[in-house]
């Protein structure tokens, strides 16, 4: 869909300065989910040829791709986590009938850190947060869900798409749930294979929600942002 508004914004179908059709709009024209649109929009981003301007919309601001051609993509950071939701969901339900107390241990531990590195450095809070899932992963026994939930993790941190959301998603403020790892933990305890299953599929659910939430938030900031920078050079003119 970025390949399509692309081709269409090169061919003047979207004029430069224009604003692009609103995201409903475009979700029905392309008979595709919101983030999904949101998806494309970052791409678009990346390679400069638009620009998101709060309270009114997604504005064209070049015909060409910064350096005359589209940058690298990867997987989006919405399928992304459609994945990850159908595959750890699974993990987990298999980890919850095999998992040691000593992984039980660990992954409190990992909650932990998780909530002390929150307040210092969200970076490590994430680490923290991806040990967490490969540690369910591993007490799956399962060697295909390993590589497969490994696989997600090194495309999480590979793409161009998902590396422009985390850092909407930081500027936000959004950092790993605690409650939400905790819920997963529970269930584990549990030894119940639903009960983590739902915990693990909520979790990324969420986690989803608060992406796409994250993006308007940190485009709220730019704008304040804007309107501080244009009032202090309006006012020094007086």
Known sequence: MAEDLARRIAAGEHALGRRLPSERDLAQAYAVSRPTIREAIIALELDGLVEVRLGSGVYVTA???RGGEAGAMDVGPFELLE???AIEGESAALAAA???DD???ELQELVAEMQAENARDVVMS???DRRFHMLIATASQNSAMVAAVQMLWDARARSPQTQLLSAKAHAAGVTPR??????ILDALRQRSPEAARRAMREH???????LLAATEVHELEQA???IAAERKRYGAVR
């Open 83 to 85: 994945a990850r939701r």
């Open 98 to 100: 095999l998992i040691s």
């Open 224 to 226: 304040r942002a804007r």
């Open 126 to 128: 994430e680490d923290a």
């Open 63 to 65: 015909r060409a791709p």
């Open 178 to 183: 605690i409650d939400e790892h905790a819920a």
């Open 103 to 105: 992984q039980l241990q």
């Open 204 to 210: 990324l659910t969420r986690v989803l929600d608060s």
